[in-house]
């Protein structure tokens, strides 16, 4: 299939996942690296807190939090 035709179908709203080969998909610049950072007691239970209010992990919070404001910086460097 062409992409045209695929992003069409996407963009349409059709389920394409017949179209993909999930065995290889990957996600550039995604690379996972591991960091270690240490928090203070009291940052590790407020985000414990603010995980379980949302009901997610704390290494999601996390990453959702530092990826926002990462972003920020970049649109007003931008």
């Not at 963009?11 to 950072?37: C, F, H, M, S």
């Not at 240490?38 to 999601?60: I, K, S, Y």
């Given at each position: 299939?062409?992409?045209?035709?695929?992003?069409?179908?996407?963009?349409?709203?059709?389920?394409?996942?017949?179209?993909?080969?999930?065995?290889?998909?990957?996600?550039?610049?995604?690379?996972?690296?591991?960091?270690?950072?240490?928090?203070?007691?009291?940052?590790?239970?407020?985000?414990?807190?603010?995980?379980?209010?949302?009901?997610?992990?704390?290494?999601?919070?996390?990453?959702?939090?530092l990826?926002?404001?990462?972003?920020?910086?970049?649109d007003?460097?931008?």
């Amino acid at each position: 299939m062409k992409t045209e035709n695929f992003d069409a179908r996407f963009d349409e709203g059709e389920d394409v996942t017949a179209y993909l080969d999930i065995d290889k998909a990957r996600r550039p610049a995604r690379e996972q690296r591991r960091v270690n950072v240490d928090f203070p007691a009291w940052m590790v239970e407020a985000l414990d807190d603010e995980a379980r209010r949302l009901g997610v992990t704390r290494q999601a919070i996390i990453k959702v939090w530092l990826a926002d404001r990462l972003e920020q910086r970049r649109d007003s460097a931008a």
